[in-house]
């Protein structure tokens, strides 16, 4: 049988591709759990100091798969209990990871799928892609997280006329926006998102975790508890080895060499 998700390990990045390309990559029960169980490795495994994101074929990710909620089925599902089951421990995984991960949107990212990129921590787009967040189509609400992370992302203006009316954002105005970090040429686009995760990936992991975690909780900390918070972080960085070598390394005058610890 085919596998949802692909995933291979290189130089310390995770490549994970989503992998249902006739469904637009859209969830079901199988690629979900697939997928969380990836994040768990780059949770677990310490060769993996970066992890890589995207979609096989055309699409990026359309979210769940529809064909799973068929009303016809006489089955009224519990969506509650699928966040709650499903998307809600992947997206805890994915921001809670202390490594860096780098979203490359090849394509369409609609409903959870949208979300799912925008809970990543770096967004490339292919220019031809788009973000719908398709939820109210279909009577339902900006779920995978992303009433929260559209929210902060582009603010509530933006937020509300987006998911409102399920109109697309293309990659080049996303990044105008401030939602994702780039738009890129389509056929640049898994260059440029390797380029970046490998370049991650030979950095300073503890640290890079560090400051991915601090960043997360500035949208919820006062000013008073943040500047604890970097207190305490930099004082554990301070303490990596990996800052010790980035020292030793600039007085003499040579590039880095990263152990991620
Ligand atoms: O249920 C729960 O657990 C709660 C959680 C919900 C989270 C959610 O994500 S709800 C939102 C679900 N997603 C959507 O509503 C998006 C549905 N898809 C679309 O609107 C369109 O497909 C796109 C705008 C994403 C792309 O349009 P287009 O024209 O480029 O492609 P297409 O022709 O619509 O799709 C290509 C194929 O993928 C097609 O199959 P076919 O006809 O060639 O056999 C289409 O049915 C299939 N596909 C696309 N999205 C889904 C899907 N099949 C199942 N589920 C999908 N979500």
Known sequence: E????????????????LNRPDKLNSFNEVMHLALRDQIQRAHSDGDVRAVLLTGAGRGF???QDLGDRDPRSGEKPDLGRTLNTFYNPTLRL??????????????????????????CDIVLAAKSAKFIQAFSKIGLIPDAGGSWALTRLV?????????LTAEPVMAEQAAEWGMIWRAVEDADLMAEAQAL?????????????????LIQEAATND????????????????????YAEGVLAFLEKRPSSFKGC
């Open 2 to 17: 085919t596998q949802t998700v692909l995933s291979s390990l290189d130089s310390g990045v995770l490549t994970v591709t």
């Open 61 to 63: 990710c359309a979210g």
């Open 94 to 119: 994915i921001r809670s990871l202390n490594k860096p991960v780098v979203c490359a949107v090849n394509g369409v990212a609609a409903g959870a799928g949208a979300n799912i990129a925008l809970a």
């Open 155 to 163: 603010g509530e203006a933006r937020a509300k006329a987006l998911a």
């Open 197 to 213: 995760a490998a370049k991650l990936a030979a950095g300073p992991t503890f640290g890079l975790g560090l400051t991915k975690q």
């Open 223 to 242: 000013f008073s508890t943040q500047l604890d918070r970097e207190r305490d972080c930099q004082q554990a960085a301070g303490h990596s080895a990996d």
